[in-house]
């Protein structure tokens, strides 16, 4: 649980200042689509974004290290948490005020955490139906096809669509790691969906951050992560919960997604404050 939430550290902290690059990115040719698949050699030419995907490449050593070791379900409310992280960075960093409410709502976060932490039994044993590492291929592709055809909707609609896609990406990448026992099983499809689904995870998320308002997507990212991947974890992959703690870890996991939610603003950095004029010579 504790790389868990280091992982949640990591990855709320990229989002700060990847947000805040791609942003900065000048628009390409793609920039009127859903899906800017050039815009992530644009952003990657700022120091921001190089920090963040360092800072992802951690948050995913500390995510496979607790997947491996803790159900689904734990993991994925502790990586939705990480918008709290992001609130609290961008708060001091990019100098965005919280509301009380929105403190709150941090706190209602890490009070889920507690509850998952104290009720979360042991990672589960199961490796579910052999056709389940091909339907996680399947969802991949599937994730990058709605991606593209989002790009065609309009505003929050298209918002949406991006935040679900990638949060089901994310989703097959936390499935799939509990599928790969051999990293170097080249027959094992899982190891191709966790690629698949991660990188157009992470195409359709920077297309959501370099413009616009995404809170719409990140609340859908939200979404997309935590709760299929949870009954996947459950139905199949035997995660439980500790004897009696059911009902706590059904409560934890639901505090904690919603104050996630609430938070679901903070997914995206704010517009660069125009810098102001000179002082006309006397």
Do not use: K
Request: glycine share 14%; net charge neutral.
């Amino acid at each position: 649980m504790i790389c868990a939430l280091a992982s949640a550290l990591c990855f709320g902290t990229a989002t700060v200042l990847q947000a805040a690059a791609t942003r900065a990115a000048e628009p390409g040719t793609g920039a009127g689509s859903g899906v800017d698949a050039a815009l992530l050699l644009r952003a990657v030419r700022q120091w921001r974004y190089v920090v963040g995907l360092a800072l992802d490449g951690l948050g995913f050593v500390f995510q496979v290290i607790a997947l491996r070791s803790v159900p689904i379900y734990a993991v994925g409310a502790a990586l939705a948490a990480s918008l709290a992280v992001t609130a609290v960075v961008a708060a001091r960093i990019l100098r965005v005020s919280l509301s009380g409410t929105e403190w709150a709502a941090v706190g209602v976060v890490c009070a889920g955490l507690a509850m998952l932490g104290l009720s979360s039994g042991a990672e589960g044993d199961g490796a579910g139906p052999a056709s389940l590492r091909w339907w996680l291929l399947g969802v991949a592709a599937a994730v990058l096809a709605a991606g593209a055809a989002g790009g065609r909707l309009p505003g929050r609609a298209r918002a949406l669509v991006l935040g679900l896609g990638a949060g089901c990406g994310f989703g097959v990448v936390e499935v799939a790691v509990r599928l790969i026992d051999d990293p170097f099983d080249l027959t094992n499809p899982a190891l191709y969906a966790l690629l698949a689904g991660g990188g157009a995870a992470f195409l359709l998320l920077t297309s959501a951050l370099s413009r616009g308002s995404v809170t719409t997507a990140t609340a859908g990212m939200v979404i997309g992560e935590t709760i299929g991947p949870a009954l996947v974890g459950v139905a199949w992959l035997g995660d439980h919960t500790r004897a009696g703690l059911g009902w706590l870890a059904i409560t934890g996991f639901a505090v904690a997604v919603a104050g996630a939610l609430a938070l679901a603003r903070f997914g995206e950095a704010p517009e660069t404050a125009p810098a102001p004029p000179d002082h006309p010579e006397a």
